[in-house]
C-alpha cells in the first residue's frame, strides 16, 4: 500500500463542491489530493485525453496541458 486512504466528503451544495474542485491546486506540493466524483463516461473521457497528451508530447510536441472546464476535457495547445 502506498500509505494514502481515500476520504468520502459530502458538501451541502453543488457550488461548495466546484469551490473546492476550483481550489484543489492551491495543495500541489502537499500529501492532499482531490478528485471530483466522475461517471463512468467521464472517466473514459479523461483517459482518452490524457493517452493523447501522452502520445503527443512523446512526439514531440510542446506548450500543451490538459483543460478541464467541468462539463469535458480536452487538450489546450494555446498556452504559454
Do not use: C, H, W
Not at 5 to 29: D, F, H, M, Y
Not at 32 to 58: C, H, I, N, W, Y
Request: hydrophobic share 30%.
Amino acid at each position: 500500500k502506498n500509505g494514502y486512504r481515500t476520504l468520502k466528503v459530502s458538501l451541502q451544495n453543488s457550488e461548495e463542491a466546484l469551490s473546492v474542485i476550483r481550489k484543489r491546486t492551491s495543495l500541489k506540493g502537499r500529501d492532499v489530493f482531490v478528485s471530483p466524483d466522475l461517471t463512468a463516461m467521464q472517466r473514459g473521457v479523461e483517459s482518452r485525453v490524457r493517452d493523447e497528451f501522452r502520445r503527443r508530447t512523446k512526439d514531440g510536441e510542446t506548450n500543451l496541458r490538459i483543460k478541464y472546464p467541468f462539463s469535458s476535457y480536452k487538450l489546450d495547445t494555446q498556452f504559454q
